[in-house]
Structure formats: C-alpha cells, structure tokens
C-alpha cells in the first residue's frame, strides 16, 4: 500500500491512549501539520488492583482503529522510559568506521543481557568534531529493551491490525519534542563547544505513576525515571482520609471545589515534599556529572500539572519558574489544536508530537527498538505479490521465446533448395563485405599519411618565421619611452624618468626537458630568498664595480651612496627575490613546487640595464617603489607574461596573439644587484671620448698635469678659461631576465588539431 506521508504518534499510557496524526509543513521545515487526534480515557487507572491492563488497553486501541483512518500511515509507538535501558557513553578518538564496532563491544558491556535477548540500537550525538576519518570525543547513546517486553508493548496494536514503524523510549521522545518545538531543531545553533555548553532546558513530564525528568541542552541529553506521579497524589488522599480510590481521584481533580481544600492539600503534602526532593536530588546528580552545564528554563508536561497549586509549590522549593506550556509554537494545527478536548489534554500529547516528529525524519534522535524480525517479515510481506508476478511473467516469456525459437528452427529447413539458395546468395554477399572493408582499410591508412604530410610541410612554413615571431614578441614585451625624440630632454632627470630598458645581449639554449632549467632556478631563487640582509650588506659593501663608461683614468668617480640608500637597495632586492622565488613555487616553506613546466624548449636570456633609478641628492617626485629591480619586474618581466602582440595570421590579416600563445613562459628574473652610481659626458660618443675631453680640461687648468715640469696650455689673455665638460651623476641598474620558450607555430595556434609534431634544437617542426 503506498505511504501517504503523514506519522501517527500513539502514547499508550496508564491513564489514557493520546495520539497526534501529522505531516510535514510545505514550506516551513521547523514546522509540523497535525491533522488529527484522539484522546481515549481508560474506564479505570491501569495501576487500579482491579483493573486488566491488557483488556482496557485493547479496548483503547479498538476504539482509536474505530473512529481514525490509519490506512498507508506510518506509525510511531512510546514505551515507558523505566522499561528500556538507556546509555549515554564517552569514546576516545577513533576512527569513524570502527565506531560500531566499539559501540557493539560497549553494549556487551552495558547491558546485563545477552544481546541476544534484547532489541538494541545506538546513535552518535550531535556536536562531535572530525578531522581525517578520526572522531575526536565522539558520545554515543545507547538505548535497549528486553525482546519480550518490546512484544507485549505493541501486541495490542498488532491485534488491531496496526503495523507499528517506530518504537522509542518515552523520555526520548520528550528530547525529540524539546529540540523541535523548543530549540527551532538546533537549525541556527553555533558549533558544540564542550568548555562553553549552551544552557541546558529541564522538562518535567509527569504521568500517572512515574516522572520522566530530561536535561538537554539540543546536542547532548541526560534523562531519570522519578517513581512518582499522579496516582501517588490519589493514594495519599485514600489513606489520610479513609475514601476509595475512585472518590479520591475525583476529589483530586476537582480540588478547588472540594469542602475542605485545605485538609485535601494537606494530606497530599507528603507527596509533593518527596517529589521535590527526588527533582532537587536528580538536578544535583546531573550537575555534579557536568560541571560546566548551566539550567536555564524548566517546562513542565502532563495532566498531573493540573492539580491545583502544584506549578506554585515546584516553582518555590526549586528557585526557579516552572513554566506550564500554553501551546506548541511549531505544531500548526488550526480547529485540531482548537478543539476542546485538545486544549483541556494539550499538556499530556508532548510524547505524541516527539513520536511524530522522528516518524517524519525530523528528529535529533532517530533510534528505533522495533526488532529486525518484524522488519524482515514486513519486507517479504510486501515483495511476495512482485515475486509471484515476475515468477509469473518469467514463466510466460520462456514459453513465448520457446515456441518462436521453434518456428524459427522449422522453417529453416537447410535441405530446402529455397534455403540454399538463400544462403548461396548471403554467402556472397559476405564476401563482397569482407572486400569492402580491406579496401576502406586502405584508403583510411593512406588519408592519414595525406594529413600527415599536409601537417608536416605546413610546420616547416611556419617554422621559419618562429625566431621572427620571438624577436617581435619579446620587443612587445620591452618598456619603451612613448615620447617622440623631438620630446626628449636631454637632462639627466629625463633620464632617469624615461620607462625604457636597454638590451644588451640575447643568449638562448637549447633543453630537452626545460623541467631541469625550472628545478634550478627554482631552487637558486629559493636559497636567494634565503639569504640575511646582512649577509647582503657584507657582500655589496665589497663589491666596487666600475662601469665600462666611467672615465678611462677613473678620474671623476660617483660620489658614495648614503646607508639609507644601500638599505632600501637591497631591501627591494630581497623583496624582488622572495616574490619571484613564491612565484616559482619555491618559497621559504622548503619544497619546490614539481608541478613546473615539462618538454623540450628553448631558455632565452636578456641581459640589459635601464637608468630609471632615483637621484640620491634628490629622491622627491619619483616613485622609490619602481626603481631597480622592480622596474624591470614590473615591466619586463610582467610584459613578457601578460602581453600580447600583433601577428598576420595564415590569411595574411593581422591578429592579435598573446606570449603565451608564442610558446614563451615562466620569465623570472635571475640577477641579484643594486643600482651602481655612474658618470656620464652627455657630449662624448663613447667612454674613450669623455675621457679625452675631461683630460683636456684637466691639463688646462691644473699645473703639474701630464708628467713632471708639464705646464698648462697657454691661453691668449683675451681667450676664456674653457668649461668643464658636462657630467650626469646616473644610477645604472644591471639585470638579467630568463623565460622559457616553447614554440608554437602559426598552424598549430590557429589548429590545434595539427599540434603534436617534434622540433629539433633550431626550432624547425618535422
């Protein structure tokens, strides 16, 4: 029968049969839908000497079958709480797919019986954390009822023809309430912190001959059977003033209109008096066994909360507000919750809504005591009529496939000069098959040596404009000054300022696996990064370089750089070092990034160096960011990872192609320096010339220059002292630049489909 999605929550009690009919909300998830109930009251107290249990129970049960419709509904049943047994366990770190196994050798532990004997069943509780398939401080709880009472539990239901789904302990179906309509079903609740618990809510629910007292904070839950109850207030007016049963439980609960309140209220005093103290003595147990929990709201349940005066007298002996539920905020219910029959009940259905908020999947704890057998038996139940059916189907096809494959056979009589005929002329034809596709054969094979030379002979045209297209891209690549000539100044600040690098040298070599140039630099910038500021002062302080354009006699040398400026010198290269050596994959951390570039190509070396470094004597007005090293990085280097230049394309139109795409990769720059300070004659051609001019004007004005007695130039007296030649006192910043170069033909960048043809060490595709 199909499952028409609504849950039946059935709280068989000793007073009355309370059931709750409800489905899910359609748009609310912390919302349920009751659709129906039933509150059927016994004729007598089933804890009454007189009374039969079984035949009041069964008579309940046959009138709830006979005034609901429970057809395709599932089913959920509580047992009283002192019936099971319940464990709540702490395990140590393990690992999460052996947790049944410790939770099945604990249970053997746990539970006096064997395990054959008792319908057990467990769950992980909320809040537990995880890291690599570990369970850190996992709890389970472990819950378990004797086979035989777990029978005699649901026997009434079984012969009213009730198929029970669910069975769960009664206190735990109070937790599942609590949770659901008290806590918003821990949807917004932070992550469990066990050095920080949230506060814990107490709820009391007080049936005919028990109290099932439960402390949950949503993630962890704590439950005690308190043997005292309602018929307990009944039998202590029975014995202080003489009356029976039946008089005493009509005056309890009727007692504001009783001759004598006071002596009635009197002669229960002692029961209210234990019942406090065994609730004191079960709240001290609790908190002596969890220090770092907090009780914050106590929710009382059950018709016993009825007795007048009751809610009073456990407000005052416990320091706290007991709270008496007027409602339940998640349980839409419309003229079901407003019948009278609910409202004057509404406190005894808690245990109904907590059985049918699992039987809906929406509880915190979803463990079930109905034994594997009936489930077993259920299943089989259910598949009998599909397996009767396919048995039945499966029968009528081999009859079917039966005959047709003995028709077939009798009409394919192979001495019939009909059939022989028919197979002469297949005969053929699968002959004429078998040539036809040796021939397709062929001309596959000879269609694919066609592409191949087609690819071959259009690698080899284009692999004569690849070192064309470097040149050309990494000239893209290079800052350039935008200014017309006609716009430049020819002053040293102008110099300084220009964004444009001068190159040097291009080398190339040749690798046939560039993985070797990458592991090398790698690893060089990593000890690069490495190295101490000091170890880099002590090395630039011994370095006294001088340029091939300083003056040939060294005779007018740069003027020593101040200490701030080494500093923020090496500094900057240290930054520049750690940042390429991070964007290699090499960093501080230790390991060498192996995911790298791989294959045979080319490694291009620049070698250059640029002016575009601040003036010491005047550092205002220039960005001391982007000077050095930094210019180059910020430049070059990025261009040569970044840009793109245009290219004619197979058709002869110009497209625009990135560096990427030229094969060209990986650029990082190799050289470790600083700026050096040098001398320049804007007026001489070359070194030799400047030193030429600044010697002329030295011997001029200098007795004593150019050997022992020398004099100086004589002068007409009208002819002017000559001026000294023009110098610029420049910082020349050197540097190296390596990228990786992996060509990629025209062909194979407009077709990939053509790509895969080897190069040789010139760059020409075979």
């Known amino acids: ?174 937790y599942n309430y609590a949770c659901f309509d008290r806590m918003n079903n821990l949807e917004d609740a932070p992550p469990f912190d066990p050095e920080n618990p949230p506060k814990s809510l107490l709820v009391l629910s007080f049936g005919t001959e028990t109290t099932d007292l439960v402390v949950t904070n949503g993630y962890r839950v704590w439950q005690r059977n308190i043997p005292i109850g309602g018929s307990h207030f009944t039998r202590a007016l029975t014995k202080e003033m003489q009356l029976t049963f039946t008089k005493a439980e009509h005056l309890k609960r009727n007692a504001t209109k009783a001759e004598d309140p006071k002596a009635l209220f009197q002669a229960m005093r002692p029961v209210f008096s234990d019942l406090v103290a065994e609730i004191q003595r079960s709240i001290g147990f609790f908190m002596n066994n969890n220090k770092k929990a907090e009780i914050g709201d106590i929710v009382a349940l059950g018709n016993p909360m009825r007795l007048p005066g009751l809610q009073r007298y456990l407000s005052q002996n416990l320091d ?236 007018q040398p740069g003027e020593a750089e101040d200490e701030e400026l080494v500093e923020a010198d090496i500094a900057a290269a240290d930054e520049l070092v750690e940042e390429a050596a991070e964007d290699f994959g090499a960093g501080l951390d230790g390991e060498v990034d192996e995911a790298g570039p791989s294959g045979e190509g080319w490694i291009i070396e620049l070698r250059g160096y640029h002016f575009h470094n601040s003036d010491p004597d005047n550092r205002e007005g220039f960005n001391l960011e982007n000077e050095a090293g930094a210019f180059v990085w910020n430049t070059l280097v990025k261009n040569l990872r970044d840009s793109s230049v245009m290219m004619p394309n197979s058709s002869g139109e110009m497209t625009e192609v990135t560096l990427k795409e030229l094969g060209i990769s990986h650029p990082v720059m190799v050289s470790r320096s600083r700026p050096v300070p040098q001398t320049y004659d804007p007026n001489a051609i070359d070194a030799e010339e400047a030193s030429r001019r600044w010697s002329e004007y030295r011997n001029a004005t200098e007795p004593g220059r150019g050997g022992f007695g020398a004099r100086p130039t004589q002068r007409r007296n009208d002819e002017p002292a000559p001026e000294p030649p023009e110098h610029w006192k420049l910082r020349k910043y050197e540097f190296e630049v390596q990228f990786i170069w992996q060509p990629k033909p025209r062909g194979e960048r407009e077709n990939p489909d053509l790509a895969g043809g080897a190069s040789d060490e010139f760059g020409d595709t075979y």
Not at 131 to 160: C, N, S, W
Not at 337 to 347: D, E, R, V
Not at 385 to 395: D, I
Request: hydrophobic share 40%; glycine share 6%; net charge negative.
């Open 320 to 555: 706290q507000k007991v709270v008496l539920l007027e409602e339940f905020p998640g349980l839409v219910g419309g003229s079901v919750t407003s019948a009278p029959q609910f409202q004057a009940n509404h406190l005894s259905f808690a245990e109904a809504y907590g059985l049918c908020v699992q039987g809906l999947d929406l509880g915190q704890l979803k463990t079930n005591l109905l034994p594997n057998e009936i489930v077993t038996e259920r299943l089989i139940r259910a598949k009998k009529p599909w397996t009767v059916a396919a048995a039945a189907v499966l029968m009528l096809g081999l009859t079917i496939n039966y005959f047709s494959h003995y028709n077939t056979y009798a009409s394919a009589d192979i001495d019939n000069e009909k059939m022989k005929r028919a197979m002469s002329t297949a005969s053929g034809i699968a002959g004429t098959a078998t040539s036809l596709q040796s021939e397709h054969t062929s001309l596959t094979a000879n269609f694919d040596e066609l592409r191949e030379i087609r690819s071959n002979l259009r690698s080899n045209d284009d692999g004569r404009l690849l070192w064309m297209e470097l040149i050309k891209g990494v000239d893209a690549a290079l800052p350039k000054d935008p200014r017309p000539l006609a716009q430049r100044q020819l002053t040293a600040d102008d110099v300084r300022n220009r964004n444009e690098v001068h190159i040097e040298r291009m080398d190339c070599e040749f690798f046939p696996d560039v993985a070797v140039w990458y592991a090398e630099v790698a690893n060089a910038l990593q000890e690069a990064a490495g190295i101490t500021v000091a170890q880099q002062e002590a090395e630039m302080a011994t370095d006294e370089r001088v340029d091939g354009e300083l003056l040939a006699d060294g005779e």
């Open 1 to 174: 029968m199909a499952r028409s999605g609504a849950v039946w929550g059935i709280d068989i009690g000793n007073c009355a049969l309370k059931a709750l009919r409800c489905r899910r909300h359609e748009k609310d998830t912390n919302r349920i839908v009751v659709e129906a109930f039933d509150f059927v009251e016994y004729s007598k107290i089933l804890t009454q000497p007189e009374a039969d249990r079984e035949a009041l129970i069964s008579e309940a049960v046959a009138t709830f079958v006979s005034r609901n419709e429970l057809a395709g509904d599932r089913v959920a049943v509580s047992v009283p709480g002192q019936s099971g047994l319940s464990r709540f366990i702490k395990l140590p770190p393990v690992e999460a797919k052996k947790i049944p196994d410790i939770v099945k050798y604990e249970a053997r532990q746990q539970i006096p019986f064997a395990l054959e004997d008792v319908v057990w069943d467990y769950q992980q509780l909320a809040g537990g954390s995880q890291e690599d398939d570990y369970a850190l401080d996992p709890e389970v709880g472990l819950f378990a009822m004797k086979r035989d009472q777990v029978h005699r539990a649901i026997r009434p239901l079984t012969d009213a023809g009730i198929e029970v789904d669910y069975i769960q302990l009664a206190p735990l179906a109070i």
